[in-house]
């Protein structure tokens, strides 16, 4: 557990001057959220000279499906390595399916789809 850094702050999205927690859908919710960590990203790639990588945990679960859409166009088009976790691998779609290596993880197996 990592008890200091920046994944422990708290911030306030608004939107339109609200608080989006207050009015925002689930999927809003995670949109504004993952738009401030995917928004670093060249930041970080400039600093550094190289792509950091990416863990999307579960992120699919709560877009719907075109925020869904969005958010693969935007991994296929990363310069770097991205992983993406999902309970329901159909959520990512055939053509991110066909373009990543896929593991499955059963009862602490681990094996290549």
């Known amino acids: 557990t990592t ?3 920046p994944h422990r ?3 306030l999205i608004e939107v339109g001057g609200r ?7 689930m999927g809003q919710q995670r949109t504004a959220a993952l738009s ?13 000279s190289e792509s950091p ?6 992120v699919l679960s709560e877009l719907d499906e075109n925020r869904r859409a969005a958010l693969l166009v935007w ?3 990363i310069a770097g390595q991205v992983i993406l976790t ?4 159909e959520q990512a779609g055939p053509a991110a399916r066909e373009a990543s290596a896929v593991w499955h993880v059963l009862q602490g197996t681990v094996t290549r789809a």
């Open 3 to 5: 008890t200091v850094g």
């Open 9 to 11: 702050d708290d911030f």
């Open 19 to 25: 608080d989006a927690r207050h009015f925002g859908s």
């Open 36 to 48: 401030l960590k995917l928004g670093v990203i060249p930041l970080i790639r400039d600093r550094l």
């Open 53 to 58: 990588l990416v863990l999307l945990d579960d």
């Open 75 to 77: 991994v296929k088009s």
């Open 86 to 89: 999902c309970n329901e691998p």
